[in-house]
């Protein structure tokens, strides 16, 4: 079974000390940096370095450079340069152990397990409060969206959301209606022809489908299309993998079971309001 690697934060300033050794060993114990403290630093893999858990360089320990991580996105650490360094758990100890403090006393608070199959995190979890009483266990996926932050910000966007649909159907309909005005003429003919009023609302409604469908189309590719300029500048701008912008499936068919009826309820309503009157007045300018 592999040693386990084991996060720990590394602050230039302060909290730790780390400095390029110059002689290398293969016997020193292996750690693992973060690309944002590779760069700064000028470290690469293989390189020996000393870590301390005080400024001052006390109780310094060698370790060699095994390879560089790319850090888990956190938007909390936005902006920040995330300059970590993991360690194995043994190592870990040694290092940030107290002088005099006996050897298997350490205690740690949170403990990320994970499972052979992600389906079984709710019954793993039951199972571990049931066994171990005091202890609480809940499925990582979806916790962090359950905090104060999160909810917070989820209900903002939901009310952005709601505000820009609303705004944006008012404003539809009345450029609809403006549209179809436009056209009272030949609609007033069609009448005077004899063509029945729902034959024409039937093709108005037809057309209002064809556009709002290519409408729906087009906002679909212009967001597909922003989504990739939007998250490389925003992940070019604070140096980290985190996705800004990310356009899903559910997300493009929700779009599209909002806008294309939308689409069509303005056009008929608009088109509605026209045939009401009479040919001869339609057909007169």
């Known amino acids: 079974m592999g040693k386990v690697w084991v996060r720990c934060v590394v602050a230039l300033i302060g909290a730790a000390v780390i400095t390029a050794a110059a002689v290398r060993a293969e016997d020193t114990p292996s750690v693992l940096i973060s690309r944002q403290l590779s760069e700064t630093e000028h470290l690469s893999v293989g390189d020996v370095i000393r870590l301390s858990t005080s400024d001052d360089g006390r109780n310094v320990r060698p370790f060699r450079i095994a390879g560089v991580y790319e850090p888990t996105p956190?938007?909390?650490?936005?902006?920040?340069?995330?300059?970590?360094?993991q360690l194995h758990l043994p190592d870990l100890l040694a290092l940030t152990r107290e002088p005099g403090t006996p050897s298997g006393s350490e205690y740690v608070q949170t403990i990320n397990v994970a499972l052979v199959d992600p389906n079984d995190a709710a019954v793993f979890s039951r199972d571990v409060r049931a066994r171990m009483p005091g202890i609480d266990a809940q499925p990582a996926a979806g916790a962090a969206e359950s905090t104060g932050p999160f909810i917070v910000l989820r209900r903002f966007h939901l009310a952005i959301a709601i505000v820009t649909i609303v705004a944006?159907?008012?404003?539809?309909?009345?450029?609809?209606?403006?549209?179809?005005?436009?056209?009272?003429?030949?609609?007033?003919?069609?009448?005077?022809?004899?063509?029945?009023?729902?034959?024409?609302?039937?093709?108005?409604?037809?057309?209002?489908?064809?556009?709002?469908?290519?409408?729906?189309?087009?906002?679909?590719?212009?967001?597909?299309?922003?989504?990739?300029?939007?998250?490389?500048?925003?992940?070019?701008?604070?140096?980290?993998?985190?996705?800004?912008?990310?356009?899903?499936?559910?997300?493009?068919?929700?779009?599209?079971a909002i806008a294309v009826p939308l689409g069509v309820s303005a056009t008929v309503i608009a088109s509605w309001a026209l045939l009401r009157r009479s040919g001869l007045r339609l057909a007169r300018r």
């Open 74 to 85: 956190d938007p909390a650490k936005l902006g920040a340069v995330i300059r970590e360094v």
């Open 168 to 256: 944006s159907t008012v404003f539809l309909l009345a450029l609809t209606i403006m549209l179809v005005d436009e056209r009272r003429a030949t609609v007033g003919v069609l009448r005077l022809i004899g063509l029945p009023t729902g034959r024409i609302v039937t093709q108005l409604f037809l057309e209002g489908v064809l556009i709002a469908v290519v409408g729906s189309v087009f906002g679909l590719a212009l967001s597909l299309l922003s989504e990739g300029i939007i998250n490389r500048f925003f992940q070019w701008r604070y140096d980290t993998a985190l996705v800004f912008v990310r356009v899903t499936p559910q997300v493009a068919a929700i779009c599209v």
